[in-house]
């Protein structure tokens, strides 16, 4: 085994094995993860993406391809891969890995992540998303370097910028969002686009997922100090401005911001609303005004009153069952259990249990 894994199996692991008893998935792994200390929010996010299918999928065959290519330079990437291998390959049907080694790059790569503070599970997921893109960016390049015939690989082409690579990523989790900007004068539509791995969401106290993105998607309008630049009037003008999703993403992950700097305290508080998020979604806010089916597939949730403390656990669906990772343990839950992580209906609840990051998959997102 590789050096810094260390394996159990664990009472919730039999109990697991008890619950499936014939209905264990034929060839899957339910493995908890060891903390070191604070790593709970790295554990709830590998979980995540370990159960969303296709990135999984490419993640193990870009392993089987390195591993071929002989040894490679150890990174971030060949970390995850080599974890997810891991657990993959286990003779055992569940148990506990130690995520040694992945965790000791993280902390190399990111001093964010260094020492014993509390951490931020979407800041985390952005960096781990983010890092994992640059790397693969820069793999093609090496090997057109190694043969270079048609002049430099630096991603540039006679001074003009090459296309940015599309990474099997980008495939999973980038999506197009557009900027649309009505001149008022003139009625001229400026539109730009950006693309995202991610969407963070404003949350209202009693809202819902769908509510969250209508107000995402809200006209604002733009004047007094705020006017736009029309190049159509070549001067600034009262104009109204909204943000449409112009190619939704395979997987559309959406953060619930639900950290919030408040001014008078001068300090972050966690809002603990109730934001009801549906195990069906609908994308109506397109551009091209087709609804945009998603399954509910995971669920990383903050445990705790606020934002320097706490805790992070997961729901992940996996084969028609849910299961609830808690760093080592696992275990099955009710599909009834996730309303319990919508949040609290009143500003003092007991209940500190919230649903932070979600993931959602298309149905054409290889099936579970």
Known sequence: MVDG?????????????????????????????????????????????????????????????????????????????????????QKKKTGVIAPKRFVQRVRKENEVFRGYMHQDAHEFLNFLLNQLVDILEKEPHKVTSENAVNGP???????????????????????????????????????????FLDLSLDIEQNSSISSCLKNFSSTETLNAEDKFFCDKCCSLQEAQKRMKIKKPPRILVIHLK????????????????????????????????????????????????????????????????????????????DESAIQTFFGSAQEYSSNTDHGYILFYESPDADDK
């Open 5 to 89: 894994v260390t394996l159990t199996m664990g009472v919730a692991g039999s109990k697991l094995e008890k619950a499936l008893g014939d209905h264990f998935p034929e060839g899957e792994r339910y493995f908890g993860l060891e903390n070191f200390g604070n790593t709970c929010y790295c554990n709830s996010v590998l979980q995540a993406l370990y159960f969303c299918v296709p990135f999984r999928k490419q993640l193990l065959e870009y392993y089987t391809s390195n591993k071929s290519q002989g040894e490679a330079d150890e990174n971030l990437l060949t970390c995850l891969a080599e974890l997810f291998s891991q657990v993959s390959s």
């Open 258 to 333: 639900r950290f919030k700097f408040m001014e008078q305290l001068n300090r972050h508080k966690k809002l603990s609303y109730r934001v009801v998020f549906p195990l069906e979604l609908k994308l109506s806010n397109t551009v091209e005004n087709a609804d945009s089916e998603y399954s509910l597939f995971a669920v990383v949730v903050h445990v705790g009153s606020g934002p320097n403390h706490g805790h992070y656990v997961s729901l992940v669906k996996s084969h028609n069952h849910w299961l609830f990772f808690d760093d080592e343990n696992v275990e099955m839950v």
């Open 153 to 195: 690989s630096n991603g540039h082409v006679n001074g003009v910028a090459k296309e940015p690579l599309v990474t099997w990523v980008h495939k999973n989790f980038q999506g197009i969002l557009t900027n649309e900007t009505r001149c008022l004068r003139c009625e001229t539509v400026t539109a730009r686009d950006e693309t």
